[in-house]
């Protein structure tokens, strides 16, 4: 059997270059139906995405070309223009964005891999104590809207009013925080979005064979050494996918620099295309053009993620039951301990207290440690006002219908995309790989207007229901699930599906049988972001829910425009804990499926 | 139809009448009770329902959804609450695809409204005439809420608030102690930069910018900063921070004397609306003294009806007086001058 790593003496352990990956379905072994039928599957796929993706983006470029809404007084060949390019690209202030995003994404991506992938390591490889409460408890961030995560670090970091330059006065010290700064929306991009670095890496290493290291270990190789010339490399593939997916997610966030990056008067890229739809008359045009480059950009980085993963074979997963074991790490187990402790203190207790403080308390101003204490100014207010909105229970109730569908139908068109690109030969699979990809490149601000323009026109009564918020999630967050499947599919040895084919089952039933229960805990992952980022998605359901189908995304924008900050924070808290118990089902299922990780017999 | 192009008399004695009826009336009598004609009750309770577009904050408009289904319970309204230039955006799509679901429309920037008219049908309020006529952009759009702008402080923080717009320009209220909403966020900030210009002089943006205010990107922002303690000092909407200190936030409010700078919704029936006579019935009640009078007093919103039936907590009709913008003016000085305070205030458009 071929491992995927190559030992030679005291060198290096590699992925071996020229392992081959499996591709060997239909195309290889079929005869001419098989072949049409492969053709029609492919197409069909492709068709889907070309509903979903091209065409959207196709009416995004149309907008980006043009000075009017393409909708409402259509447009011509012979008038299209690059002008709004010209202008765009005329404009230092776009520069200026454009640069302070790169540093600060570029900056956060660094930092949510190094605190992701140790937290992974430590949750997965090594015998720290409590682990699976920290593995829930890091968790949390990925659940917190990007908005309210700002505004809470803002409670917290403001270098006027934060809670941290409060305390830090209460006990004398003259040095204050400053989190409306390019280093601390980098710190809170890097801890907002480790969660995801963690998911994926996290998935890889729990389906990682444990014998590939354990033959390091045998060879003398410590476990430093180990760690970086087997473990990483081998998940790497999930590291830079990750790193991907949080860069580009963080070039689309709105809400963290307009919480921190505003007063500061620190523009990102993604403040200035909100200023541009919200400025009166709205700027759709030009924000289109900027959203155009900021795909150029994307495309440069899918571009190298790509080649890099080309590079090698990372399979790990082989026809052997896989058993992970836990490194023992004797008395260091107490240091992984205390650093998970202070990462949860720092990335959920404290923006967690921040927000409850902020829904209890009837204001926010807190000019002294002991007025923080003043239990008069707690109530349950911020709560009553919520649950007397009658569009909170819809808005719940639409949100959570809204991302099961997503999930589901995302689930399954994620996981066709992902198997035919990692695990068939067939002709224009990459193209499907790099069309899947698009919608990552693209502002959800921005995004939004072109699923409307897009799809307003559909017949039928698709717009105004939730199918259509569904559908937008689906297109909009494909990359994300394809990702997360992809990693996992790669992982798998062909020899378990060709033994399948041996002992005679089809396609489908080598799919279903054996490659979808051992890519299992990669599609639940990626099912679950799904569903938390449906629910989270604001820029696609502004322009696309209706009087009834208000989400909870739209309506916590509502309370947060409305100045409310004390409802906002409630509402946050509510959506926390319910994601939070939708977490907890969704990683017991995950768990349940590790535990019979062990290939099925065919 | 109504004649809307008002001739520099006209306008002239429009705002006489809004100053008679600001400074003029001693007392406000109490509301009469809005009383439809029983034609359009039985049609508005055929039909059952209503779907309004709003720019309004939410909290805000279901109080006021609250207040008319106490009088209509037999109307059902669902709301659909967007900022300014993403309802536009979604009006002006839906209209085009043929699939535009509002029965009602209503929006802060009259210019917005203005130019996209022609989806809007003919309607009129039983009470049309007691309008004033600076505030009607078109005979299909009316001025359902007329918010006004007021200097809020932190008054915990400020023990010595300015009184007077050009105060906000003294050095001692320096460094970042006051907060500003951007120029180009919409029209009712227009509106009072309009005024900042017009009445208050052509350098006072230049004077105010160099006490270095914080800028923020609208108005429910810099007034959640004010609570905070953020900034100490800002003009904000009176019907921003008004509910706030009503619940105790520590926040003082005034109105300045140089005058108070009012701008007004437009709202209006679309051609398409389906519930037609929920949709009148619903915008009778709002322009009605009755309707006008419950914005006032449980928002802090002025009326820009000729009378207004009360006035906000705080503002005295002795004494205060307020400022409504020539609509084709603003028009005219709309793009110059805003360039000119982004440049003024360094604010990188």
């Given amino acids: 059997m071929n491992s995927g790593v190559e030992q030679g003496g005291g060198g290096p352990l590699v992925p071996v270059a020229g392992a081959e990956p499996a591709r060997r379905m239909w195309g290889a072994r079929s005869g001419a139906g098989s072949r049409w039928l492969a053709r029609l599957w492919l197409a069909s796929l492709a068709a889907i995405l070309c509903f979903l993706v091209l065409y959207p983006v196709g009416m995004l470029l149309i907008g980006a070309l043009t000075t009017a809404n393409p909708v409402v007084e259509g447009y011509r060949l012979a008038d299209l223009s690059i002008a709004n390019f010209a202008a765009v690209t005329a404009n230092p202030n776009v520069y200026s964005a454009l640069v302070n995003s790169l540093a600060i994404c570029g900056g956060g991506t660094a930092l949510a891999m190094m605190i992701g992938l140790t937290f992974a390591w430590i949750v997965v490889r090594t015998d720290t104590p409590w682990k699976a409460v920290i593995a829930g408890a890091g968790m949390l961030p990925l659940f917190v809207p990007a908005l309210v995560a700002g505004v809470a670090w803002s409670i917290l970091g403001s270098p006027r009013t934060g809670l941290l330059n409060t305390f830090l006065a209460g006990l004398g010290i003259a040095w204050r925080v400053d989190f409306y700064s390019m280093s601390g929306m980098i710190l809170v991009f890097g801890i907002y979005y480790a969660p995801y670095v963690y998911m994926f890496t996290a998935a890889a290493l729990r389906n990682m064979d444990r014998s590939l290291e354990e033959s390091a270990e045998i060879c003398g190789a410590g476990a430093f050494r180990t760690l970086t010339t087997v473990t990483l490399p081998l998940i790497l593939p999930a590291i830079l996918s990750s790193m991907l997916l949080s860069f580009t997610v963080m070039l689309g966030i709105y809400g963290i620099p307009a919480a921190l990056g505003t007063p500061a008067n620190l523009p990102l890229l993604t403040t200035y295309i909100y200023a541009l739809t919200v400025w009166s008359p709205p700027l759709y045009n030009t924000a289109a053009a900027v959203a155009v480059i900021l795909m150029a950009v994307t495309a440069v980085l899918v571009y190298l993620q790509q080649k890099a993963l080309s590079r090698g074979s990372f399979t790990t997963i082989a026809g052997k039951a896989v058993h992970p074991r836990a490194l023992r790490l004797g008395p260091w187990r107490f240091f992984t301990l205390g650093f998970a402790i202070v990462y949860l203190l720092i990335v959920v207790a404290l923006p967690s207290l921040a927000l409850l403080v902020a829904s209890f308390r009837r204001f926010l101003f807190i000019h002294s440690l002991a007025a923080l204490f003043d239990a008069r100014a707690y109530s349950l207010v911020n709560f009553q006002r919520l649950f007397e909105n009658p569009l909170t229970l819809d808005s719940i109730t639409n949100s959570l219908e809204v991302g099961a569908m997503t999930a589901c139908c995302g689930g399954v068109l994620s996981f066709a995309i992902g198997y035919t690109v990692t695990r068939t030969k067939l002709q224009g699979r990459s193209l499907l790989d790099a069309v899947s990809t698009v919608p990552a490149a693209i502002p959800g601000l921005v995004i939004g207007v072109a699923y409307l323009w897009a799809w307003i026109g559909l017949p039928g009564g698709l717009y105004g229901t939730l199918w259509i918020l569904a559908l937008a999630f689906v297109a909009r967050f494909i990359p994300d699930t394809v990702k997360a499947v992809s990693s996992s599919l790669m992982q798998i040895h062909p020899e378990l599906e060709e033994a399948s084919w041996l002992c005679g089952r089809g396609v489908l039933g080598t799919v279903l049988g054996v490659v979808l229960p051992l890519a299992r805990p990669g599609v639940i992952a990626g099912m679950t972001l799904l569903f938390t980022l449906s629910i989270r998605e604001l820029g696609s359901s502004l322009f696309l829910f209706s009087g009834s189908t208000m989400v909870m995304s739209v309506h916590l924008l509502n309370f947060f425009e409305g100045g409310n900050i004390g409802v906002t924070a409630a509402f946050s808290v509510v959506q926390v804990a319910l994601l939070g118990v939708l977490l907890a089902g969704a990683n017991r299922l995950a768990r349940g499926q590790l535990k019979g990780n062990a290939v099925r017999p065919v | ?349």
Wanted: with cysteine; proline share 8%.
């Fill in chain 2, 1 to 349: 139809m109504m004649r809307l192009r008002m001739t520099r008399r006209e306008w002239l004695a429009s705002m006489a009448a809004l100053a008679y009826s600001a400074r003029g009336r001693p007392a406000f009598a109490a509301a009469a009770a809005f009383k439809p004609t029983p034609a359009l009750l039985d049609a508005a309770r055929a039909e059952g329902r209503l779907m309004l577009y709003t720019a309004e904050f939410i909290e805000v408009i279901q109080e006021t959804l609250a207040a008319f289904n106490k009088r209509f319970p037999f109307v059902k309204v669902d709301v659909l609450r967007l900022s300014g230039g993403q309802l536009i955006t979604r009006v002006q799509t839906e209209a085009a695809a043929g699939k535009l679901a509002a029965d009602v429309v209503d929006h802060s920037d009259a210019a917005l409204m203005k130019r996209i008219e022609d989806l809007f049908q003919d309607y009129a309020p039983p009470n049309a005439r007691d309008y004033t006529r600076n505030a009607l952009v078109s005979p299909k759009l009316w001025p359902t809420l007329a918010p006004g702008w007021s200097i809020a402080y932190n008054s915990e923080l400020v023990k010595n608030p300015p009184r007077t717009w050009m105060d906000l320009c003294k050095p001692e209220y320096g460094d970042g102690q006051i907060g500003q909403v951007i120029g180009p966020s919409g029209g009712t900030t227009w509106c009072r930069i309009m005024f900042e210009r017009q009445v208050l002089g052509e350098n006072y943006w230049a004077k105010q910018a160099a006490t270095k205010p914080r800028l923020y990107p609208s108005g429910a922002p810099l007034s959640d900063a004010l609570v905070r303690g953020e900034v100490a000092i800002a003009p904000l909407l009176y019907d921003i921070v008004y509910p706030k200190k009503k619940e105790g936030a520590p926040l003082g409010i005034l109105f300045p004397k140089e005058g108070v700078p009012v701008s007004y919704y437009a709202t209006g029936i679309p051609k398409t609306a389906k519930n037609v006579n929920a949709a009148r019935l619903y915008l009778d009640w709002v322009l009605s003294p009755e309707g006008q009078e419950f914005s006032t007093v449980q928002h802090g919103d002025f009326s820009v009806l000729i009378s207004p039936p009360a006035a906000p907590q705080g503002f005295d009709p002795k004494t205060d007086k307020i400022w409504v913008p020539e609509f084709n003016k603003s028009q005219e000085l709309h793009d110059k001058w805003l360039a000119d305070w982004n440049r003024v205030y360094g604010y990188r458009q």
